[in-house]
């Protein structure tokens, strides 16, 4: 682990007009672990796709927000033939993933798995990690699924906010990552499913305040989309989430069109929801910020454009991911 200055931190800060020199220290850190992930010795057949807000901000640079997670696909080439097969191949990146955090000086990491390791998270704490900045995760979190890209990947470098405010090269060169339309889909979905799930009163974890940053996300990248293959996509995501979490949230799975307008009424018209996006912006966001009506005009442009879309299903990009 890099040794990063209290002078270094701040005058990054103040560079790129951030609000906390912790956001700088959390995002190198998340470079760091992504770095490392690229260049490991992973199990035999095992490759990851970067993902997620992450990849938004620092791979394809399409939201001017801190992301603090590192989010990865997981593939397998072959495909295992059991998935007693794949549960060992995945089981192998655990220690991957532990190996990493020893040499990049993360001590005690809390490494779990679900869904026979086709779900791997990994948290790593750091000496600057438990802050005063209250809308930062106390840890550094990784996050590994098994799910084949859905859509054609991309290759893009990232960088840090160091090496962007002192004009360095990126850390990363070249990492293959999920396609906007891709990430998109699995935010819209990811956001209705999850507050449909919470509304239903079952699991009241499934909506937390870190899942207002899909309203930001989705709101920038509305222009970059391909409606028409995002809204395919994302049907199809809600039909595998509703039979996945059919345990949890039973509702969403009898009628999953039916758990996403009522998701989007509360979100729309909850005051909590609306704070949390203005806090959100105000501590998160270094970019332009926009109000919580205007962003989530464009979630229920997007749902509009994925109601016109018939449910029918490519073969060839039909996908059945694991959803956390």
Same mark, same amino acid.
């Given at each position: 682990?890099?040794?990063?200055?209290?002078?270094?931190?701040?005058?990054?800060?103040?560079?790129?007009?951030?609000?906390?020199?912790?956001?700088?220290?959390?995002?190198? *850190?998340?470079?760091?672990?992504?770095?490392?992930?690229?260049?490991?010795?992973?199990?035999?057949?095992?490759?990851?796709?970067?993902?997620?807000?992450?990849?938004?901000? *620092?791979?394809?640079?399409?939201?001017?927000?801190?992301?603090?997670?590192?989010?990865?696909?997981?593939?397998?080439?072959?495909?295992? +033939?059991?998935?007693?097969?794949? *549960?060992?191949?995945?089981?192998?990146?655990?220690?991957?993933?532990?190996?990493?955090?020893?040499?990049?000086?993360?001590? !005690?990491?809390?490494? +779990?798995?679900?869904?026979?390791?086709?779900?791997?998270?990994?948290?790593?704490?750091?000496?600057? +990690?438990?802050?005063?900045?209250?809308?930062?995760?106390?840890?550094? $979190?990784?996050?590994?699924?098994?799910?084949?890209?859905?859509?054609?990947?991309?290759?893009?470098?990232?960088?840090?906010?160091?090496?962007?405010?002192?004009?360095?090269?990126?850390?990363?060169?070249?990492?293959?990552?999920?396609?906007?339309?891709?990430?998109?889909?699995?935010?819209?979905?990811?956001?209705?499913?999850?507050?449909?799930?919470?509304?239903?009163?079952?699991?009241? !974890?499934?909506?937390?305040?870190?899942?207002?940053?899909?309203?930001?996300?989705?709101?920038?990248? $509305?222009?970059?989309?391909?409606?028409?293959?995002?809204?395919?996509?994302?049907?199809?995501?809600?039909?595998?989430?509703?039979?996945?979490?059919?345990?949890?949230?039973?509702?969403?799975?009898?009628?999953?069109?039916?758990?996403?307008?009522?998701?989007?009424?509360?979100?729309?018209?909850?005051?909590?929801? *609306?704070?949390?996006?203005?806090?959100?912006?105000?501590?998160?966001?270094?970019?332009?910020?926009?109000?919580?009506?205007?962003?989530?005009?464009?979630?229920?442009?997007?749902?509009?454009?994925?109601?016109?879309?018939?449910?029918?299903? !490519?073969?060839?990009?039909?996908?059945?991911? !694991?959803?956390?």
């Amino acid at each position: 682990m890099k040794s990063l200055t209290p002078d270094l931190l701040a005058e990054v800060a103040d560079a790129l007009d951030l609000s906390s020199a912790a956001l700088v220290e959390k995002d190198y *850190r998340v470079v760091e672990v992504l770095a490392a992930l690229q260049h490991a010795a992973l199990p035999h057949g095992i490759s990851l796709v970067f993902a997620g807000g992450t990849c938004l901000a *620092r791979a394809h640079q399409l939201v001017a927000r801190m992301s603090e997670d590192v989010d990865l696909k997981i593939a397998i080439t072959p495909v295992p +033939s059991s998935k007693n097969a794949a *549960r060992k191949v995945l089981g192998a990146l655990k220690d991957t993933i532990r190996k990493i955090a020893a040499d990049l000086g993360f001590p !005690d990491p809390v490494i +779990s798995a679900k869904n026979e390791n086709h779900y791997i998270r990994a948290e790593l704490r750091y000496a600057g +990690s438990m802050g005063e900045d209250v809308d930062l995760r106390p840890h550094l $979190l990784v996050e590994l699924t098994y799910a084949p890209a859905a859509l054609p990947t991309v290759d893009r470098s990232v960088r840090s906010f160091v090496s962007e405010a002192t004009d360095a090269k990126p850390e990363i060169q070249q990492i293959t990552c999920i396609s906007v339309d891709e990430t998109a889909a699995e935010k819209f979905v990811a956001l209705t499913r999850r507050t449909a799930g919470y509304l239903e009163g079952r699991k009241t !974890d499934a909506y937390d305040r870190f899942l207002i940053r899909h309203v930001y996300d989705l709101h920038c990248i $509305l222009p970059h989309l391909d409606l028409p293959r995002v809204s395919t996509l994302a049907r199809q995501i809600m039909v595998s989430d509703a039979e996945q979490f059919k345990k949890w949230f039973p509702a969403y799975a009898a009628d999953p069109e039916a758990g996403t307008e009522q998701a989007l009424a509360y979100l729309m018209t909850n005051s909590e929801c *609306r704070d949390s996006f203005d806090r959100f912006q105000a501590s998160m966001v270094y970019g332009e910020h926009f109000t919580y009506d205007t962003a989530m005009a464009s979630v229920q442009s997007l749902y509009a454009a994925i109601k016109k879309t018939e449910n029918h299903v !490519d073969e060839k990009n039909d996908v059945e991911p !694991d959803r956390k």
